[in-house]
DNA sequence: GTAGGTTATCTTGTATACAAGAGGTTTATA
DNA sequence: TATAAACCTCTTGTATACAAGATAACCTAC
């Protein structure tokens, strides 16, 4: 009988605390969270996304989304427009103060991305990356 | 400049979604949900802990764990008690419910561990566990 | 013995997360 | 072209998470 300690749910959980921890501390400059910035990220792959677009691809569910999107047009960073073609799709779009600052903003990731491993060898990042994206039940 | 979808923070939330995803399916019977159950494991290891204890143990604000426990005492999980020497202290206790299933919870959490981790090798399950626990900003 | 600092918990406010269901729009099909 | 089926988004309810402030109990120095 193994304890919690060693239960890979609860170390999984613990490191993605510290990880969440660390880029939210370097995202409060911009009053944005991880994942508003990660919604963003989103529209900067593609402009335009539907929300279930974006929803599939950063994994989240509509309903999430509409509390994050909410606060993202209110402060200005996206607006959203319904779709001409079909009425249904929500599609969102960065506004120009979203379009300045998402570069910075990538940046910051991908700085926070580098010192949460800085500790580990070129092998070791690959092989966590790896390891994590193959798991699943 | 990297993608989000290589952001170790990024791969790291995903995880550690699926993970929590699979165990909460597995608690649905009791219900209990992953970090209810994760908090009665605490107080298997040690009955009697004080509130801010469990949340060192488990690396949870204070703030979080009054909802977890009201929601154990009301389900009759638990019992809370004010300690005998220090009226500010909180003490809480698994009950005769949460004694008897106690046993079975923590079988399901190792199931769920060993099923999550069913695709790996030794070596890689051992090396997964050591990055994720050395990771930290 | 009491003022003042420390400690433990609780409360409030904000932000994810997801299940489940509602509502409106489009598409398929008879 | 009705009408059912499918689709997209939104809303509601429950449960984490944490910051910041309030409250109550304890302890220390004088």
Not at 45 to 62: N, Q
Not at 101 to 115: C, F, P, R, S, W
Request: charged share 30%.
């Amino acid at each position: 009988m193994i304890s919690y300690r060693d239960n890979i749910v609860f170390i999984l959980a613990k490191a993605h605390q510290r990880a969440q921890a660390s880029l939210k501390a370097r995202l409060q400059p911009f009053s944005l969270t991880p994942m508003q910035c990660l919604f963003m990220e989103a529209l900067w792959e593609e402009d335009g996304l539907s929300v279930g677009e974006i929803g599939r691809r950063i994994a989240l569910d509509t309903a999430t989304l509409a509390g994050i999107l909410d606060r993202l047009v209110t402060a200005g960073w996206v607006r959203r427009e319904v779709d001409s073609q079909d009425g249904r799709v929500a599609r969102v779009y960065l506004t120009e103060k979203g379009t300045g600052a998402i570069g910075t903003l990538a940046e910051t990731m991908e700085q926070t991305n580098d010192d949460l491993l800085k500790g580990f060898s070129q092998e070791e990042r690959l092989l966590l990356k790896r390891l994590l994206k193959d798991f699943r039940d």
